[in-house]
């Protein structure tokens, strides 16, 4: 039997999951009629399944520890679900949808993703792709995505990559590169954020979208600046808006920025570090907050603090349990960061699955524990798409948020 060990990163997701965090990501992928049925969608899936065989692996308890095998029982009938009394959805029903769906738990008893196959009042079709993370991270996301649904064409014209860098210095270099990278790193905020608090099973999702390459080029012009600059700055808009009008005060708000470390043609589920700032939500002028936020990342970059994160994170986590339980204790506290914002590329061109173009792509990761808020973004064809997962009892009125972040694109870029 093929026995594939969790990895640390693999099993530190699972421990994770408890009843009020569940540990799958989502991806939703919006078809334009007329839509594949979820048999043919099936028989596709079925077909190109063996360039993914971890797809078709579930856990077991090993006397080696957890571990991924063979699922003999197999069936995509379980993974791709269908439901004929489905009501038609439209756009504001189906985020009202995809939070139900995503508040419920995969069946550890089978490999950990399915996709629900919803209709549309169009005629197209939804498709809500749970996957959980210990399985595969944004990254490996996106790939599986392109082994399973892009067409044959499309997915040899959209593969990403991911590059990681190694950072040497002389000891003494070395020694100041460390302290700096800790003050960064692990500075705390001033204030409690007002996304800290004990949350529940419920959950709210709410969309926005940006055009990617206006996006590139007012960062650019502006201050040199990134793609992911940008978004964090939007992100920080959004957030603006809706903190002065929910809680008045403005200040920073530290963000936790994941960095994928996947190297071009692995094929490891999960491989990231990140690395954390403060947004400026005090600035309201779009431009100066994206030269504040580059200013940040800029230094971040330099100084590899997201490999740092990884090197010592490991090497802490080596030396003893109690030194990896208190690594996770350290970077969960709310005063570490207050949201996660991820950036993960999607296909670069249009896409479509079974002859039907996607019409959008959109990505949900779960909040955490005293992080009532998580902002995902994916690209797709020109467009940036952002996904917005909240627990609704203390992140109200989410879809002021999301309209806040497209009001912040727009701004920018006429800023720039």
């Not at 502006?222 to 008045?248: C, K, P, S, Y």
Request: negative net charge; contains cysteine.
């Amino acid at each position: 039997m093929n026995v594939v060990p969790l990895t640390p990163e693999d099993r530190a997701i699972l421990a994770l999951e408890c009843a009020t965090v569940a540990g799958h990501t989502c991806k939703v992928i919006v078809l334009a009629p007329p839509a594949p049925g979820t048999d043919d969608l099936r028989a596709a899936i079925e077909k190109r399944l063996d360039a993914a065989p971890a797809l078709r692996r579930r856990l077991e308890d090993t006397e080696a520890g957890p571990a991924w095998i063979p699922d003999e029982n197999f069936d995509t009938a379980r993974h791709v679900i269908g439901r004929a009394d489905q009501q038609p959805l439209d756009h504001d029903s189906l985020s009202d949808e995809v939070a139900l769906l995503f508040a419920q738990r995969l069946d550890r008893d089978r490999p950990l993703w399915r996709i629900d196959v919803l209709h549309m009042q169009d005629g197209g079709a939804a498709l809500v792709w749970r996957i959980h993370h210990a399985l595969a991270d944004g990254t490996a996301a996106m790939r599986y995505a392109r082994i399973l649904l892009w067409e044959e064409s499309e997915r040899a014209r959209t593969s990403t990559t991911a590059h990681s860098t190694h950072h040497a210095a002389d000891d003494v270099r070395r020694r100041a590169h460390l302290a700096a990278f800790m003050r960064r790193e692990f500075a705390r905020s001033r204030g409690r954020s007002p996304f800290d608090g004990r949350i529940g099973t419920r959950r709210h999702v709410a969309f926005a979208r940006a055009p990617l390459h206006d996006l590139h080029d007012a960062a650019k012009r502006i201050d040199g600046a990134t793609l992911n600059d940008a978004v964090l700055t939007v992100v920080a808009g959004g957030l603006r808006h809706w903190v002065q009008e929910h809680h008045g005060r403005l200040g920073d708000v530290r963000v936790k920025v994941p960095v994928s470390l996947h190297k071009e043609g692995d094929d490891a589920g999960n491989r990231d570090s990140f690395f954390s700032l403060g947004l400026p939500l005090n600035e309201p002028d779009p431009a100066t907050r994206l030269r504040a936020v580059h200013a940040a990342t800029a230094v971040r970059k330099a100084e590899h603090d997201a490999e740092a994160v990884d090197e010592l994170t490991r090497r802490l986590s080596g030396l003893s349990p109690g030194l990896e339980r208190f690594c996770a204790r350290v970077e969960r506290n709310p005063r570490r960061f207050a949201v996660n914002v991820s950036n993960v590329p999607g296909p670069r061109t249009q896409v479509s699955v079974l002859e039907a173009p996607v019409r959008s792509l959109h990505s949900i990761a779960e909040i955490g524990e005293r992080h009532a808020l998580r902002v995902a973004v994916v690209s797709l064809a020109g467009a940036l798409n952002f996904g917005l997962l909240a627990d609704p009892a203390i992140v109200d009125d989410l879809e002021a948020m999301a309209e806040g972040m497209e009001a912040e694109a727009a701004a920018l870029v006429a800023a720039g």
